[in-house]
């Protein structure tokens, strides 16, 4: 009954978006770490890990929208909007963000990168509890269906 | 915060446009002089970018001068010519040299910098260059000899001669070379004077040179390690400075420092201070910040990196040193934005017409960081009792074509023992000699 449609996806999906989560979470690490010691190496860190995150990022969207499209309806549809608006809004905040870590030196990270790095944490925080929760609202409608 | 909010919000919409940020009416000239104009700093998220692709000279086409000038090639199919330097018999020695290529790949901007770079320009070469070569030019109507002077050097770029020692600055270590009147090629690596900072990066690699009037000491430039601190200041250590090195021992201390990357280092002939042509620092603004020439006093500091033009903090450094910034001059004569000076010699000669004479001529590389070309030109400043006297004048144009590419781009500048200007254009692969167009008017 639980197990009626994965909580987040294909299984390449769900192995794909891990990677832009991952990477976005380390990028607001990083850019702390920075701000605390002001050495380079950690803003240069960001930069590659806002970079890392927007290819794989869009290549799970690519995959997603996909799955999405040519799912066969044997199944219920999974509910995907939660995921979209929050990967999108998540896309383009690290890429303004990755634009802002091409500055030189200190005024890469401070004040605008990482408090966008911050934000984008929190809109991934919210995705997740959206999806979480609209997924929750789906098998409930689903049992109740078949019951 | 409100900055931040607003600007959050304008960045979503305007992420493309904001490339295009010098269309206001700056006027340029009100950057040339003593006291510069200096609009409010701007920070991007896409700096503007504008690079003129190299094309080279075209049969027959040279520079343009004004009509009392005439401009002829002393020396053409060079490879990637830098500098130029006369010895006392008047063999030119044109420096040769390619960039050391150690720019580490730090960021991703590296790699889509060096691709848009690549896109454009012909000036990275990747072989050959690291030379010097000795032009000869016996009766004045063109080189009647040409050799190979050294080999294999490594991107170098100074070159200063004291008696029979002659000094080559590589990005990485001072050489001497024995040298006698008239040879023409010297074999042999040449010893080492003293290391110089060049690798494991090596951003700024020219190694400008010059000998104090009585040869006891060398003033080398040695340019910064990054635009402003992003390879970490320890990467900066004795650099962006020029150093005074010992001729008999190599020992060297710090002269002046806060020169981003300073020059042309040459002594003005009235005032006999050390000059030289400094490139500040990028990615503040299509007017920001003016390039400059300065006389350069002992123990002074300019500013780089924590602030520019005395005590305009840079917000990109941190942690900052007030310290420093408090002692932090203002340079003599700024030359406008992002003209990229790179040449600087003072008028000594008589084989010019006589209003230069004791003026400065100021090689002009060119801007890339701003969507209106500025410099491509060798431009002269007037001087009077060892102080510039007036404004800039262009004297020598025509680097860029009407559409926007390269023909050539003007480097280092030199004196040849007639006095006529030379200039090493590393785009046009060309030295350009300057000489009076009715030799009667040259300054006796």
């Given at each position: 009954?639980?197990?009626?449609?994965?909580?987040?996806?294909?299984?390449v999906?769900?192995?794909?978006?891990?990677?832009?989560?991952?990477?976005?979470s380390?990028?607001?690490?990083?850019?702390?770490?920075?701000?605390?010691?002001?050495?380079?190496?950690?803003?240069?860190?960001s930069?590659?890990l806002?970079?890392?995150?927007?290819?794989?990022?869009?290549?799970?969207?690519?995959?997603?929208?996909?799955?999405?499209?040519?799912?066969?309806?044997v199944?219920?549809?999974?509910?995907?909007?939660?995921l979209?608006?929050?990967?999108?809004?998540?896309?383009?905040?690290?890429?303004?963000?990755?634009?802002?870590?091409?500055?030189?030196?200190?005024t890469?990270?401070?004040?605008?990168?990482?408090?966008?790095?911050?934000?984008?944490?929190?809109?991934?925080?919210?995705?997740?509890?959206?999806?979480?929760?609209?997924?929750?609202?789906?098998?409930?409608?689903?049992?109740?269906?078949?019951? | 915060?409100?900055?931040?909010?607003?600007r959050?919000?304008?960045?979503?919409?305007?992420?493309?446009?904001?490339?295009?940020?010098?269309?206001?009416?700056?006027?340029?000239s009100?950057?040339?002089?003593?006291?510069?104009?200096?609009?409010?700093?701007?920070?991007?998220?896409?700096?503007?970018?504008?690079?003129?692709?190299?094309?080279?000279?075209?049969?027959?086409?040279?520079?343009?001068?004004?009509?009392?000038?005439?401009?002829?090639?002393?020396?053409?199919g060079?490879?990637?010519?830098?500098?130029?330097?006369?010895?006392?018999?008047?063999?030119?020695?044109i420096?040769?040299?390619?960039?050391?290529?150690?720019?580490?790949?730090?960021?991703?901007?590296?790699?889509?910098?060096?691709?848009?770079?690549?896109?454009?320009?012909?000036n990275?070469?990747?072989?050959?260059?690291?030379?010097i070569?000795?032009?000869?030019?016996?009766?004045?109507?063109?080189?009647?000899?040409?050799?190979?002077?050294?080999?294999?050097?490594?991107?170098?770029?100074?070159?200063?001669?004291?008696?029979?020692?002659?000094?080559?600055?590589?990005?990485?270590?001072?050489?001497?070379?024995?040298?006698?009147?008239g040879?023409t090629?010297?074999?042999?690596?040449?010893?080492?004077l003293?290391?110089?900072?060049?690798?494991?990066?090596?951003?700024?690699?020219?190694?400008?040179?010059?000998?104090?009037?009585?040869?006891?000491?060398?003033?080398?430039?040695?340019?910064?390690?990054?635009?402003?601190?992003?390879?970490?200041?320890?990467?900066?250590?004795?650099?962006?400075c020029?150093?005074?090195?010992?001729?008999?021992?190599?020992?060297?201390?710090?002269?002046?420092?806060?020169?981003?990357?300073?020059?042309?280092?040459?002594?003005?002939?009235?005032?006999?201070?050390?000059?030289?042509?400094?490139?500040?620092?990028?990615?503040?603004?299509?007017?920001?910040?003016?390039?400059?020439?300065?006389?350069?006093?002992?123990?002074?500091?300019?500013?780089?990196?924590?602030?520019?033009?005395?005590?305009?903090?840079?917000?990109?450094?941190?942690?900052?040193?007030?310290?420093?910034?408090?002692?932090?001059?203002?340079?003599?004569?700024?030359?406008?934005?992002?003209?990229?000076?790179?040449?600087?010699?003072?008028?000594?000669?008589?084989?010019?017409?006589?209003?230069?004479?004791?003026?400065?001529?100021?090689g002009?590389?060119?801007?890339?960081?701003?969507?209106?070309?500025n410099?491509?030109?060798?431009?002269?400043?007037?001087f009077?009792?060892?102080?510039p006297?007036?404004?800039?004048?262009?004297?020598?144009?025509?680097?860029?074509?009407?559409?926007?590419?390269?023909?050539?781009?003007?480097?280092?500048?030199?004196?040849?023992?007639?006095?006529?200007?030379?200039?090493?254009?590393?785009?046009?692969?060309?030295?350009?000699?300057?000489?009076?167009a009715?030799?009667?008017?040259?300054?006796?």
């Open positions: 009954m639980s197990t009626v449609y994965s909580r987040s996806g294909s299984p999906f769900r192995l794909l978006v891990s990677f832009p989560i991952a990477c976005f380390a990028a607001f690490v990083t850019d702390v770490v920075y701000v605390v010691s002001a050495r380079i190496m950690w803003a240069d860190f930069d590659w806002l970079a890392g995150g927007i290819a794989v990022g869009v290549l799970a969207a690519i995959v997603g929208i996909a799955d999405a499209a040519s799912r066969r309806r199944l219920p549809r999974r509910p995907v909007l939660p979209a608006i929050g990967g999108l809004v998540v896309l383009l905040l690290a890429f303004l963000d990755n634009l802002v870590h091409s500055r030189d030196a200190w890469s990270v401070v004040p605008e990168g990482i408090a966008l790095s911050a934000v984008i944490v929190l809109v991934m925080l919210i995705t997740a509890w959206a999806d979480a929760a609209a997924v929750s609202r789906a098998r409930l409608r689903y049992a109740e269906m078949v019951a | 915060m409100s900055v931040f909010s607003t959050l919000a304008f960045a979503g919409v305007a992420v493309l446009a904001l490339t295009g940020a010098n269309t206001d009416n700056f006027d340029v009100s950057q040339i002089g003593p006291n510069p104009v200096l609009p409010p700093l701007q920070q991007y998220l896409l700096p503007p970018m504008k690079l003129a692709p190299g094309v080279g000279w075209k049969q027959g086409e040279t520079p343009k001068v004004p009509a009392d000038l005439r401009i002829t090639a002393l020396a053409t060079l490879e990637h010519p830098r500098s130029v330097y006369t010895l006392p018999n008047g063999d030119v020695l420096v040769e040299s390619r960039s050391p290529g150690l720019d580490p790949y730090s960021r991703p901007k590296n790699i889509v910098m060096n691709w848009m770079e690549s896109m454009v320009t012909s990275g070469v990747t072989s050959g260059s690291n030379r070569t000795l032009v000869r030019d016996t009766h004045g109507n063109g080189p009647n000899l040409r050799t190979v002077f050294i080999d294999h050097l490594h991107s170098p770029f100074g070159v200063a001669l004291v008696g029979n020692d002659l000094y080559v600055a590589n990005t990485d270590e001072i050489l001497r070379f024995p040298y006698k009147d040879d090629s010297i074999s042999g690596p040449g010893t080492v003293t290391p110089l900072p060049g690798g494991p990066i090596d951003h700024h690699w020219t190694k400008s040179l010059v000998a104090s009037e009585d040869g006891s000491k060398l003033y080398v430039g040695v340019g910064s390690n990054s635009n402003i601190t992003e390879n970490g200041i320890g990467a900066e250590f004795e650099r962006a020029i150093w005074e090195v010992d001729r008999a021992t190599g020992a060297h201390r710090i002269f002046a420092s806060g020169l981003r990357n300073p020059n042309g280092l040459t002594w003005q002939p009235q005032s006999h201070a050390l000059w030289a042509v400094v490139n500040e620092r990028d990615e503040l603004g299509p007017d920001l910040v003016p390039d400059y020439m300065t006389s350069v006093k002992d123990g002074a500091f300019y500013g780089w990196p924590y602030s520019y033009y005395g005590q305009h903090l840079d917000p990109r450094v941190h942690p900052q040193r007030p310290d420093l910034v408090a002692k932090a001059i203002p340079p003599d004569y700024a030359l406008s934005s992002h003209v990229a000076p790179l040449g600087l010699v003072f008028d000594t000669g008589t084989g010019l017409p006589s209003r230069f004479s004791g003026g400065a001529f100021v002009e590389h060119g801007s890339w960081d701003r969507q209106v070309f410099g491509y030109k060798v431009v002269f400043v007037p009077s009792a060892g102080v006297s007036g404004k800039a004048e262009d004297v020598v144009t025509g680097f860029l074509d009407d559409k926007g590419n390269a023909r050539g781009r003007p480097v280092a500048l030199a004196l040849d023992k007639s006095g006529a200007l030379l200039i090493a254009d590393d785009v046009g692969n060309t030295v350009w000699r300057v000489t009076a009715n030799p009667q008017q040259a300054s006796k």
